[in-house]
């Protein structure tokens, strides 16, 4: 088999399997070694404690797999989100148009499996590595290399063909295959992402405070959301899509009407473990947990200002088992019309007995009107 031969059949293969526009990068140092190293000593990972791991593997392939010599990175496309629902009088919550479904870590996952079975078949003896999200690959910068797509203002990868509704993957090999050209930057003078962002999180264009970023706060972040950013997370209890979605390279795509993407906001909060296993077990929200996703759905609850919210949000500050929902509830509470009126200020009479510092000290700032 020529050479030229076994580099179609290989991206051939993947294509067969899911993964679309697959191209190949020789591999070396990522040119933004500079700029990764700062973003990390600038403290921006936040808890994303796995972005501090293989730091050097991230910016020298070479460092972790001395054998590689190419890597091939694929686009793998998801659906759009679905059409808009009025969620702040329908009290639901919006889930990213990316995670709902059997987790993509482990659907990906399998198909890299299944296209590392085949280049074994076509190029036995090929020593392979592969990734999702999560790896010691740079993904962003090896689809640019490799022309997959390129870095929108978002820092998100986005092409010509399919926008940037999608994931990425990639596979290491120790083949020569020859490489194709680097992605073009197509953004121009666009700042559609940039002015879709409702926390400011994407700074100057292409570089993101993650810290300020929904898809972070709502997702890795661990703990209390700071309170002047709360306001601005809307309903999102899992991800965020208001950067992609004006982006003109996604034409205004929307997907199917899935009302799993917009849970009910009391289903959130009422939910113990078994009810969130059932309901979230196989899917990506799992990595966040039910505790930060009824976290979440709190602080939708006290955005979207409704009445109806009172008894729910009433019913997490005396009861939810968690001290950071009940906290974020008296939060809520606090910002609805009139503080929830009687029975608002009921609750958070409550909570000023509530065995956890946090709580109380919410509940206090909420009857004092700063919530
Ligand atoms: S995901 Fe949301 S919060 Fe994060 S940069 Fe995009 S619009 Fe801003
Ligand atoms: S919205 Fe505009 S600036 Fe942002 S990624 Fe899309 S094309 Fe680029």
Redesign the pocket.
């Known amino acids: 088999m020529t050479v030229h031969e076994r580099r179609r059949r290989i991206l051939e293969a993947g294509i067969g399997l899911g993964f679309t526009r697959p191209r190949v990068a020789r591999v070396g140092p990522v040119d933004r070694r500079e700029f990764y190293e700062r973003w990390i000593a600038e403290g921006r990972a936040g808890d994303m404690r796995f972005l501090l791991h293989h730091r050097r593997a991230r910016v020298d392939p070479h460092t972790r797999y001395p054998w590689a010599r190419s890597l091939v990175s694929a686009f793998v496309p998801h659906e759009p989100p679905p059409p808009p629902i009025d969620w702040r009088r329908e009290m639901r919550g919006r889930i990213a148009a990316y995670a709902y479904g059997p987790d993509y870590h482990d659907v990906i996952a399998r198909g890299l499996d299944a296209w590392r079975d085949e280049i074994a078949r076509i190029a036995p003896g090929c020593r392979t590595a592969v990734f999702v999200d999560t790896g010691a690959v740079f993904e962003h910068e090896w689809a640019a290399r490799a022309g997959v797509g390129w870095t929108?203002?978002?820092t998100?990868t986005?092409n010509e063909e399919r926008?940037?509704w999608g994931f990425l993957a990639e596979v290491l090999l120790d083949l020569e295959i020859e490489p194709d050209d680097a992605a073009i930057d197509?953004?121009?003078t666009?700042?559609?992402?940039?002015a879709?962002c409702p926390t400011a999180a994407i700074e100057d264009?292409y570089r993101l405070d993650p810290r300020r970023c929904i898809s972070y706060l709502t997702i890795e972040h661990k703990g209390s959301i700071d309170p002047p950013l709360r306001p601005l997370l809307g309903a999102w209890v899992f991800g965020c899509d208001l950067?992609?979605e004006?982006?003109?390279?996604?034409g205004g795509e929307r997907g199917r009407d899935r009302t799993e993407l917009s849970p009910r906001l009391a289903d959130l909060l009422a939910m113990d473990d078994d009810a969130f296993d059932r309901a979230y077990g196989t899917t990506a929200l799992r990595r966040s947990g039910r505790i930060r996703v009824a976290r979440n759905a709190a602080v939708a609850l006290g955005n979207g200002g409704q009445p109806g919210a009172v008894p729910i949000l009433a019913a997490a500050i005396v009861s939810h088992d968690a001290p950071l929902v009940r906290a974020h509830a008296a939060w809520a509470m606090g910002t609805l019309p009139d503080g929830g009126g009687p029975g608002g200020r009921r609750a958070l009479d409550a909570a000023l007995r509530d065995p956890d510092e946090a709580v109380r000290a919410e509940s206090t700032a909420a009857l004092a009107g700063g919530g």
């Open positions: 929108g203002r978002h998100l986005l926008g940037s197509r953004c121009g666009c700042d559609r992402c940039v879709a264009g950067c992609q004006p982006c003109p390279w996604n």
